[in-house]
């Protein structure tokens, strides 16, 4: 039986591919939060690890269970704290958990970590994270850790086709084309397309105020319109992200 998925492997199996293939082990990490009334709560997460078991596929990678937790949702980016259904971590929780999770990869003979984030929010606390650990386990360590946005691995070119009238930029994407299409291509189940909301895109001031306004933020939570969005646009941002990761993965790790 061959799996991609560390949590479907015994520990014999996981040790004997880590010391035998030198494996790259896929970490993706998510958020619980609000994605408008036609995506699940889990999206993150699940684009994520969908992101990380293609890209693994193409390199003989590991893919770890995801880290399904992230930083407080922020209204410019996810919609902010005010959802139900939004449950976020301190950044303290996140970075421990994140160094936590390195060190014990370290400690199994893992050389190639790849944290691959699918919150927006969560950037700085996963560098943090394995900034943490890789400073405690020291110049001896071999294990090297690659830390990657999915959505950065999407062309300018395919950003054009997936957006005929213009992209609105990766922030006020929350719940609207990207994440709804690729949702349509891994999770087509999960998607509810009849409760497509169709409100105006978000329009933001340069500057955030505490507590957050919930009246900033459209009562759907999401930021821009999701209609155009399709599982053919989703098959095409999938398909060039795990293909790029994986050329990535290869460049630095061989
Ligand atoms: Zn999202
Ligand atoms: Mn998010």
């Known amino acids: 039986m061959n799996t991609l998925h560390m949590n479907e492997m015994s520990w014999i199996?996981?040790?004997?591919?880590?010391?035998?293939?030198n494996s790259p082990i896929f970490l993706p990490v998510g958020a619980l939060e609000q994605h408008g009334p036609h995506l699940p709560l889990g999206t993150d997460a699940l684009l994520a690890s969908a992101a990380a078991a293609s890209a693994a596929g193409l390199v003989d990678g590991?893919?770890?269970?995801?880290?399904?937790?992230?930083?407080k949702s922020q209204p410019?980016?996810?919609?902010?704290?005010?959802?139900?259904?939004?449950?976020?971590l301190d950044a303290q929780t996140l970075i421990g958990q994140m160094c936590d999770a390195v060190r014990e990869f370290a400690?199994?003979?893992?050389?190639?970590?790849v944290v691959l984030n699918g919150h927006y929010e969560n950037?700085?606390?996963?560098?943090?994270?394995?900034?943490l650990a890789l400073r405690e386990l020291g110049a001896k360590s071999q294990l090297r850790v690659m830390r990657l946005e999915y959505w950065d691995f999407m062309t300018n070119d395919t950003l054009a086709?997936?957006?005929?009238?213009g992209f609105p930029g990766f922030a006020l994407e929350h719940a609207a084309v990207?994440?709804?299409?690729?949702?349509?291509?891994?999770h087509p189940q999960l998607v509810r397309l009849d409760l497509l909301p169709d409100d105006a895109p978000?329009?933001?001031?340069?500057?955030?105020?505490?507590?957050?306004?919930?009246?900033?933020?459209?009562?759907?939570?999401?930021?821009?319109?999701?209609?155009?969005?399709?599982?053919?646009k989703g098959r095409l941002m999938a398909e060039e992200v795990a293909k790029r990761i994986a050329d990535a993965v290869q460049a630095e790790f061989g």
Not at 178 to 186: A, G, V
């Open 13 to 21: 199996a996981y040790r004997d591919r880590i010391a035998r293939d």
């Open 107 to 113: 400690r199994h003979g893992v050389k190639k970590l």
């Open 178 to 186: 990207i994440e709804t299409s690729i949702m349509l291509y891994y």
């Open 123 to 131: 950037q700085w606390f996963l560098i943090e994270g394995i900034d």
């Open 202 to 232: 978000a329009d933001f001031p340069p500057y955030d105020i505490h507590p957050l306004n919930p009246a900033w933020v459209p009562a759907s939570g999401v930021l821009s319109s999701a209609r155009g969005a399709n599982a053919e």
């Open 161 to 165: 086709a997936v957006f005929p009238t």
């Open 62 to 71: 590991i893919v770890a269970p995801a880290l399904s937790y992230g930083y």
């Open 76 to 88: 410019k980016c996810g919609g902010g704290q005010h959802f139900c259904g939004t449950t976020s």
